[in-house]
């Protein structure tokens, strides 16, 4: 068994004062060669933005990007014709491919929109760029786990083009959950820690702790607190 622990207060931390954002891993002006990836896991921003702020158009490549909304409502828009909202419950996905522009704003007036922006390195490159949201019934990830990506358009949750699968879980205190990989000789899981603390194969995570784990086949987790957390289970080598 391999491990990484990133405690929430190592992130970078950039603040524009509309945007506020945490990065697990080196982004923008925040470099650290040892926090390059975790796999084919290349971002893992916590953002928060202001009111009537966001970012405006760019563009993106070769990229899968995952969009989770923890509060408020996010507006997107990209040269594929979407205009949507997407809220909390919701999980949006981007396969970039061959070129995409897009924006992304807040859609409130009084309150700020927090989320998460999640950047997968895919299997396959130059496709032809694609959208899709899905809204989770979050009722199915209470004390247990609930699948919100993978690899296969049939499967449930959103797909992109890499062998990943993320899942979400909303615990009990003391209660638990075992998450055994689908692919263990290649990937690894990164676990994140939306709220509360929680026991990872004997390790403590609190709010926000990010902890990659590999060489292994199944995954323990106890909550100790309440506690949400978001699994995601990505090939470990990049090629």
Do not use: C
């Not at 786990?145 to 699968?165: C, F, K, R, T």
């Amino acid at each position: 068994m391999k491990t990484v622990l990133h405690k929430a207060d190592t992130r970078g931390d950039a603040n524009h004062g509309w945007l506020h954002s945490k990065h697990t891993f080196s982004f923008a002006n925040y470099h650290d060669p040892q926090r390059m990836n975790f796999g084919v896991l290349r971002v893992l921003n916590d953002d928060t933005v202001a009111e009537k702020r966001g970012f405006g158009t760019h563009p993106h490549q070769d990229m899968e990007i995952i969009s989770i909304p923890l509060e408020g409502d996010l507006r997107h828009e990209d040269n594929m014709g979407n205009q949507t909202i997407i809220r909390s419950g919701d999980v949006q996905v981007m396969s970039a491919g061959t070129g995409v522009m897009h924006s992304e704003y807040n859609a409130k007036e009084d309150a700020p929109v927090k989320f998460l922006q999640i950047w997968v390195f895919p299997n396959t490159k130059g496709v032809e760029p694609r959208y899709d949201q899905i809204t989770l019934n979050k009722e199915d990830r209470k004390n247990k786990l609930q699948q919100i990506l993978s690899p296969d358009p049939e499967d449930d949750g959103v797909w992109i083009y890499q062998n990943a699968w993320f899942y979400m879980t909303d615990l009990n205190k003391d209660s638990s959950v075992t998450y055994t990989l689908q692919k263990p000789e290649e990937n690894g899981v990164y676990v994140f820690v939306l709220k509360g603390n929680a026991t990872v194969n004997e390790q403590p995570l609190a709010t926000r702790d990010g902890f990659g784990i590999y060489d292994v086949s199944t995954l323990s987790i106890k909550a100790d607190t309440e506690a949400e957390l978001l699994l995601m289970e990505v090939p470990m080598s990049l090629s």
